[in-house]
């Protein structure tokens, strides 16, 4: 049984490139249009694994293009290589109901 994605979070990993920003803003906007439902996940992995997640409208990406670095920030994350940490992780998606994932970064 195939199952919709409606719900998606947004992350950014690794170190701060030019053009995240626009990345995180094009993915927002572009779920919101298509009728999903957007939450950025703070600090990369261990935002997920800290449940430091938002919910994101169009109004949260404004005037970000010309921001250097990532409007959600981003971090190492030890605690994401052992499996309960990745459970975790798992466990806060779900508890959002978040069913799918666009990662920003290395």
């Known amino acids: ?20 920003n ?20 703070m600090r990369g992995y261990s935002g997920m694994v800290e449940d430091d997640i938002i919910r994101m409208e169009s109004r949260s990406v404004a005037n970000i293009i010309q921001r250097g670095g990532t409007i959600l920030k981003t971090s190492r994350c030890k605690e994401f290589y052992e499996k309960e940490g990745r459970q975790k992780a798992y466990d806060n998606l779900k508890k ?7 990662i920003i970064g290395g």
């Open 22 to 41: 626009a990345c995180i803003r094009a993915v927002v906007r572009t779920a919101i249009y298509n009728g999903l439902e957007v939450y950025g996940i």
């Open 1 to 20: 049984m195939k199952k919709n994605v409606t719900k998606i979070g947004v992350l950014s990993s690794g170190g701060d490139s030019p053009g995240m």
């Open 96 to 102: 959002h109901g978040i069913d799918g994932l666009v």
